[in-house]
């Protein structure tokens, strides 16, 4: 549901979200902060660190989940629920609470793939992508929305996906809502959101407030540099603690580098040990026999492991179809303090540019704020030198928007394909096509007039050598000649999705709508890479949603 | 891989240049060849935000190079061999003058060399030229502001204290 949730007036938020960080605060300083995995650990989990290992392992358990992000969390603890033993492999390292430093200098090496810094293959776009145990999940801003219904209708009417319908899943999101607390936000937001709602609502564009997935959260701000105070309500501390308190067993830094395919089943899952640095191969070797085995890598790795495994693709769709959310930033300097560092990360935005053409349309775009934090800031802050210097020193008074482009469901915007390296890992080629661009013109002409309409004074579009604007018609001016081309315009990506997507017809998707791979029986897809388009809104609740309701199919399949 | 089509294009090359030289500086995985770009890069890069002339700047700059040496074993494989590969041929003098214009060495550039040189990169229609002027521009720049001393200049506190 993407229809504003509550609606303050803006000049109440921005009043109030100066003084919230250090309420907050100070509200929660007598409680200690339990880490919840150290005490696991300290209490008996099975976890294994697979780059200390003197040894190869074959280990068997009833299912194998390949990933511990959104999905892999979710159906782990979903079998482990049903009675059956369940083995979790993760190419990360498990870092926890008493680990998260909030320094992006530790988090992006130890949380993120290839130190967030993972690109595809013409290096026009970068994605920030976890890889860590928690995955996504760990990382991420908190952002939690139910699949828009108009992409549910597009999935239903183009692909013949039935029974995925807003009331067909609706009681699959009540369940992990309730279960991942995933509530109204009602603190004020930070002053670098409330300005997208200022700048809205003074160009009379509807918003809202965006639901976060936090149990007691003190707004500190750090979200994706892993949460200090376990208010985030992630894999990491929901369902992988519960399902290792039942007896699942964990094995990090391990990546997963084969299903060995027999006939129509998979017969073993080969995994190799990771280095402790987790980004070069060890010698030793794990090796798995389950009566299930789940790919829940996530989008990218999963269509990559498929490849590798060489299972059937009868119609070469396998790796196709990956979607990026192609996103572009603007940059605003406000009179003002703005300190988009501190406070929840993201808590409003705007769904006008999504609603106002249907889905196969010229392109949509979602209007966000992310957090500004220095190496985000100036990594993405385009040019070098004293201009580059000169916006980082008003870091205070930036203001920052994204636009996350809704790619998938027209002919000029059909997302990437995933092929294998030399090494087997993957590389990811998109093609930023004319379509795309046109959207990113007019996402850059939005996110200014908003920001304008704000108070800003000065407003940079991330774009070429990285010019400012004093006025939003000499932006739009601009914005208007810009030549837009893969590289000239810094574009980003956190949500990464489809590759082996679910559908009821064999040419068209990897999976059948019960997660099962097509003509591999025992292998099952639970995580983002099953959508057959993006989602058009921060999608990991809808991969929490679907992967609950498949594993509790699959639970049912193997207790039947 | 990406560079080396910078190479192929040219045709300037060996197969022994795409080999990065093995010394190494420090605990980081930059190649004596990369310090040296580096050092001339670095203050180009950060110019306006390094501090001035004297010990301090010459800390900055080499703590900046020893994170883009920490940072560089973070990559994947695929992705510190391609960076490692654009030292070796930006050590490389024909190519160093090619693809960015710059006929002072590395040791005796300027920091105007080095802005002019990055410019030509970064404007270059070429868009292997625009990646490397990425490449350099990302690694820089998350080294620098992922350190504490480059924060008071911008006005970031650090995370809150939680006890």
């Known amino acids: 549901m993407t229809t504003p949730e509550t609606r303050a007036t803006p000049a109440a938020l921005t009043a109030t979200a100066a003084g919230t960080t250090t309420l907050g605060r100070l509200a929660h300083t007598a409680a200690p902060i339990v880490d919840p995995i150290r005490a696991g650990l300290l209490d008996g989990w099975r976890v294994v660190d697979a780059s200390t290992l003197d040894r190869d392992l074959v280990l068997e358990a009833d299912v194998v989940i390949v990933g511990t992000g959104a999905g892999g969390g979710i159906a782990a603890e979903t079998l482990c629920d049903a009675g059956l033993t369940v083995l979790m492999i993760e190419e990360g390292p498990l870092k926890s609470s008493s680990d998260f430093h909030m320094l992006e200098r530790e988090a992006y090496r130890d949380l993120y793939q290839e130190s967030a810094a993972r690109k595809t293959a013409d290096k026009a776009i970068n994605i920030l992508q976890g890889r860590c145990v928690g995955g996504g999940t760990t990382v991420n801003w908190t952002s939690s929305f139910r699949t828009p219904e108009p992409t549910l209708a597009y999935w239903a009417s183009t692909f013949g996906i039935d029974g995925f319908g807003p009331r067909d899943l609706a009681p699959w999101f009540d369940r992990v809502e309730q279960r991942l607390g995933v509530a109204s936000w009602t603190t004020a937001p930070n002053a670098n959101n409330a300005a997208l709602a200022t700048g809205a609502e003074k160009l009379g564009l509807p918003w809202g407030t965006i639901r976060r997935n936090v149990r007691g959260c003190w707004n500190l701000g750090y979200c994706g540099l892993g949460c200090p105070t376990n208010a985030k309500q992630s894999m990491l501390v929901t369902t992988i603690p519960r399902a290792l308190s039942r007896g699942a067993t964990l094995v990090t830094r391990a990546r997963a580098q084969r299903f060995v395919i027999r006939g129509d089943r998979v017969d073993a899952l080969e995994c190799q040990a990771m280095d402790a640095s987790g980004t070069t191969p060890a010698s030793r070797r794990i090796t798995v026999h389950a009566r299930a085995y789940v790919s829940a890598a996530g989008a990218i790795n999963t269509p990559a492991l498929l490849l590798r495994s060489h299972v059937p693709d009868p119609y070469g769709i396998l790796g196709l179809r990956t979607f990026l959310h192609p996103t572009v930033v603007s940059a605003a300097l406000m009179p003002g303090r703005i300190d988009g560092f501190s406070g929840a990360p993201q808590t409003i935005f705007s769904d006008h540019f999504l609603q106002m053409a249907p889905p196969a349309g010229p392109m949509g775009f979602k209007l966000e704020a992310p957090p500004v934090h220095p190496v985000l800031a100036a990594i993405t802050l385009p040019g070098h030198g004293r201009q580059h210097a000169a916006w980082m020193q008003r870091l205070p008074r930036m203001q920052v928007l994204i636009a996350l482009l809704r790619d998938g469901f027209h002919p000029d915007a059909i997302g990437g394909r995933v092929r294998l390296a030399d090494d087997g890992t993957p590389i990811l080629d998109y093609a930023l096509t004319p379509y795309i661009f046109d959207g990113v013109r007019r996402a850059f002409a939005a996110m200014a007039a908003i920001q304008f309409a704000a108070g800003a004074t000065s407003v940079q579009p991330v774009h070429g050598a990285g010019r400012s604007y004093a006025g939003v018609d000499a932006a739009k001016a601009a914005i208007g000649g810009f030549d837009l081309r893969p590289r000239a315009t810094p574009i980003v990506s956190a949500h990464v999705m489809g590759g082996a997507p679910l559908g009821p017809d064999p040419r068209h998707a990897v999976i059948d709508p019960a997660g099962r791979h097509h003509q591999i029986a025992n292998l099952h897809v639970f995580d983002g890479s099953m959508f057959p388009t993006s989602i058009g809104a921060n999608p990991q609740l809808s991969i929490y949603a679907i992967a609950a309701r498949l594993a509790t199919g699959l639970a049912q399949r193997l207790r039947g | ?163």
Do not use: C
């Open chain 2, 1 to 163: 891989m990406l560079f080396a089509g910078i190479l192929g294009a040219l045709a300037f090359a060996t197969a022994r240049l795409l080999q990065p030289t093995p010394a190494r500086h420090g605990a980081g995985a930059l190649s004596k060849d990369g310090v040296d770009i580096m050092r001339a890069l670095v203050p180009a890069l950060l110019a306006g935000a390094l501090p001035p002339p004297g010990a301090a700047r010459d800390i900055a700059i080499a703590q900046t190079i020893d994170g883009i040496g920490v940072a560089m074993r973070g990559l994947a494989p695929i992705a510190r061999e391609e960076l490692a590969s654009l030292f070796s041929l930006l050590a490389f003098a024909p190519l160093r003058i090619g693809l960015g214009g710059m006929t002072a060495s590395w040791e005796e550039a300027s920091v105007a060399d080095a802005d002019a040189f990055l410019v030509r990169l970064q404007s270059s229609r070429w868009t292997q030229k625009r990646a490397a002027y990425d490449a350099l521009h990302q690694i820089t720049f998350a080294a620098w502001y992922a350190n504490p001393q480059s924060w008071p200049a911008i006005g970031y506190p650090g995370p809150p204290r939680l006890t």
